[in-house]
């Protein structure tokens, strides 16, 4: 069975701080997605990778960052977080299909 | 672009079965997926069905593709109280990226 582990189930930070959250998988997989998903938005994708040190903006990328250094690692960064950044966010990997995490729910104070 | 719409909510007794609706826009989609997610869980794979299928039948799940129509259903039989979570239909134009409805939060009537 395939593994995607979230660092976290619960966060809370406040304003300004630089927040990781931090998703790890075990199945060798190139691709890796971070979305975020808000009450009757669904899904909505930020940022994904295709490699090893590769990235590509999803749909939402603006306040966001994310790094791959390892390719079983992929982290998204909230350089400055601000309240609206309060959400639940998921990371999946894979390709046709998609393997999700936990969600880690993140609240901006 | 693409556009994936579902409604947001559905009812239904034990014991029935349910359906749940989906619409998309892009006529190039290759897999069409369904998602549940459980309160205060991700995203748990269901099915999908490749775009060249009509149904697919999986246990007490039956996915309906009508490609003219551009419209995707799941089915559940014998709804039990285990089924209560929110349902994603998404669909993959064969890139690397899926794009998810706003998802249908099921709820089970006793």
């Known amino acids: 069975d395939v593994k995607v582990t979230q660092s976290s189930r619960y966060l809370v930070k406040r304003t300004g701080e630089k927040v990781f959250l931090e998703c790890v998988q075990d199945?060798?997989?190139?691709?890796m997605f971070w979305y975020r998903q808000d009450p009757g938005l669904g899904l909505r994708l930020i940022y994904f990778?295709?490699?090893?040190?590769?990235?590509e903006k999803g749909d939402i990328p603006e306040g966001y960052s994310v790094s791959r250094e390892k390719k079983e690692r992929f982290s998204l960064i909230l350089e400055s977080a601000s309240t609206n950044q309060t959400s639940m966010y998921l990371c999946?990997?894979?390709?046709?299909?998609?393997?999700f995490g936990d969600g880690t729910r993140l609240s901006i104070l | 672009g693409e556009d994936v719409e579902q409604s947001l909510f559905l009812s239904v007794r034990e014991g029935d079965s349910s359906v749940i609706n989906c619409t998309y826009t892009?006529?190039?989609?290759?897999?069409l997926y369904w998602y549940k997610q459980e309160p205060g869980a991700g995203l748990q794979l269901l099915t999908y069905?490749?775009?060249?299928?009509d149904m697919k039948q999986d246990q007490r799940l039956t996915v309906l593709l009508n490609k003219k129509d551009k419209h995707l259903s799941l089915r559940i039989a014998d709804t039990q109280t285990g089924d209560s979570a929110i349902y994603f239909c998404?669909?993959?134009?064969?890139?690397?990226?899926?794009?998810f409805g706003t998802g249908t939060r099921l709820t089970i009537i006793p």
């Open positions: 998404a669909e993959s134009l064969g890139n690397e990226k899926l794009t």
């Open positions: 999946a990997s894979g390709n046709q299909p998609q393997h």
């Open positions: 990778s295709y490699d090893v040190k590769m990235k």
């Open positions: 892009d006529s190039s989609s290759t897999y």
């Open positions: 069905i490749f775009s060249n299928m």
């Open positions: 199945m060798d997989h190139e691709n």
